[in-house]
Structure formats: structure tokens, C-alpha cells
């Protein structure tokens, strides 16, 4: 299995004028930002922007990151309220990473049915090259209305491979790997939810990797 959740782009963006020197990583429905916020103090070269819909969650770790870097603050983060069907025009083309880490409600309905409008709205912001990660954590029972509520299919590895890769090839991305995520491989994720659910004995982790292609002239 490829490596996860270590920012797999080691190139600068060409799309955005802000010196990053390894890149561009925006994560989708941040949620509190402890995934942007961890992997930018372990990856100054990189430029990491936060985006979700509710900006409550990010009131904390916003005021955080404009301390002085002494005390926790960041010149290489910045947080954005807009949901993923409404991203800003100032986006296209820059990310040459996207993450979308336990995405829930509409977000999660998005990526699990593989909606067109979606996937081009993820695929509007990506750069040549770029990596695609999506990891969807899933309880049959527990999540069981959600799952209902958005209807959702189940998440098998037919379903994948039959249904989503080809909504997602669609939409501008090549398939990379796929699959199920083993619980010891749970730790690597720097993602609240991935500690509030690990133990979860029903709860399955479903990873896509899939990227952009570089188009040769």
C-alpha cells in the first residue's frame, strides 16, 4: 500500500504566486483544522489551506496560528469558510494536494456516490499532477440513518471499482490505489475523528488515491 497521509507532493505550484516551496495542500471539510494544523508545523515548505463549510469548529485553532510562531502560530496555514460546491475562483488549478478526511453530510454523500458536480468542483482546484485522498469512515449500525438519510451504498470493493472510479475518472482523475485501511494503520492519520473513532470495532476506513494526469506536450 502506498504511504498515507504524508503529503505526497514534493513540488512547488505554479498556479499561486505565494512562495510554498514544496507545494500547495488544501483539506476539505477541516473540520477543527488539527490536520492542517499538524501537518504545516511538520512541513513548513508546504502551504496548507483549511476548507470548511462551518467556521465554528476553526475559531480556536485560527486564533492559534496568527500568534507568534513561538507560541503556535503559522505563516504557512490559512483557513476558508465555503463549502466544496462553492469553492473560490481564486482556487483553480492551485492544489497539488486535496484531502477529504471523514466527511460527513453532503460532503460525505458527494464522495461516496462520486457526484459529477462535486468531483469537478474537487477537480477545478487541482493542479497537474496532483493527489487526490479521500478516507471514509463508516459503522454500519451506528451511522446507520446517515447512511440511510444520504442513501448510500455500501462501500465494498466491487462498489468501488465498478461505480466509483469510473465517476471519478470522469471527472478528470486517474485511480491510484484504493481500499480498506487497516485500524494499526489508524495512528497515521492527524485527524481528530481518526482518534475519536479508533477502537471502533464496526467501523470500516475506505481510501481512494487518485490523481490528476500530467498532460505531455
Known sequence: MAELFDNLIDRTSSSLSHPTGEGIVIDIGTGD???VYQSARQNPNKFYIGIDANPRPLEKVSEKIHRNPAKGGLPNVLFI??????????LDGVADEVH???PWGSLLQAVATGDEKALRSLRRICAAGAVL???IGLD??????EIERLGLQPLTSAYIEE???PRY???????????????????KIKSSWAKRLKGSAGRTLVYIIAQVPVVHT
Open 100 to 102: 477529504v478526511h471523514f
Open 140 to 145: 454500519p449500525e451506528r451511522d446507520r440513518s
Open 81 to 90: 469558510q465555503a463549502a466544496l460546491e462553492d469553492l473560490p475562483s481564486e
Open 133 to 135: 485522498e479521500i478516507i
Open 163 to 165: 461505480e466509483l472510479i
Open 33 to 35: 483544522g488539527l490536520f
Open 169 to 187: 475518472a470522469a471527472a478528470g482523475f486517474e485511480k491510484l490505489e484504493g481500499g480498506v485501511l487497516a485500524q494499526t494503520e489508524w495512528s
